[in-house]
Antibody, heavy 116, light 107 residues
């Protein structure tokens, strides 16, 4: 059974950089696209972007200038960095596996609050 | 970006009812449409992909249909565990976009 687990600080100060890591277990990270998706409290879902295990990326244009994703296949991990955060970036951040154009496995989500 | 809309935004129904949720895309997306169920404080769960294919382990009371710009999710004989929010998502073109959701609650 594939499992994903997000990790990282739950509190980030405005203007700083949010950093999260997703650890994949139960299967190799190879061969798939891996996405980050976020959900502000009480609101809907927003796709942030994906990274392929080989390292290619595709980011949501709405966030592209602030997003960097990376992958470490030796650790079966991939990461998200979102710079210059504001209160609008407060959300539950999910990592998810994309398989044949659908998100079939998700992490449990981690709440990141942007506040001084 | 492809915009996704869902209707209704919420509905109340009883156990045993059949309900149909609607999702529309701002442009044709063939059958690149997925449905997710989300319960409070939980991650979304994939129910249906490619418009009408049931994800493994999902009960057969869930069914999906549609292509192009119009899609539906039908839940026949609602069960207590089906009360949740349902999102559609297009995977036709990045940026992948979700609908705003339909909340199904107990009448």
């Amino acid at each position: 059974q594939v499992q994903l687990q997000e990790s990282g600080p739950g509190l980030v100060k405005p203007s700083e950089t949010l950093s999260l890591t997703c650890t994949v277990s139960g299967d190799s990270i190879s061969g798939y696209y891996w996405s980050w998706i976020r959900q502000p409290p009480g609101k809907g879902l927003e796709w942030i972007g994906y990274i392929y295990y080989g390292g290619s990326t595709n980011y949501n244009p709405s966030l592209k200038s602030r997003v960097t994703m990376s992958v470490d296949t030796s650790k079966d991990q991939f990461s998200l960095r979102l710079s210059s955060v504001t209160g609008a970036d407060t959300a539950v951040y999910y990592c998810a596996r994309e398989s044949s154009s659908q998100f079939d496995y998700w992490g449990q989500g981690t709440l990141v609050t942007v506040s001084s | 970006d492809i915009q996704m809309t869902q209707s209704p935004s919420s509905l109340s129904a009883s156990v045993g009812d059949s309900v149909t949720l609607t999702c529309r895309a701002s442009q044709g997306i063939s059958i690149y449409l997925n449905w997710y169920q989300q319960k409070p404080a939980k991650a979304p769960k994939l129910l249906i992909y490619a418009a009408s294919t049931l994800q493994s382990g999902v009960p057969s009371r869930f069914s999906g249909s549609g292509s192009g710009t119009y899609f539906t999710l039908t839940i026949s004989s609602l069960q207590p565990e089906d009360f949740a929010t349902y999102y559609c998502q297009q995977s036709y073109n990045p940026p992948f976009t979700f609908g705003p959701g339909t909340k199904v609650d107990i009448k």
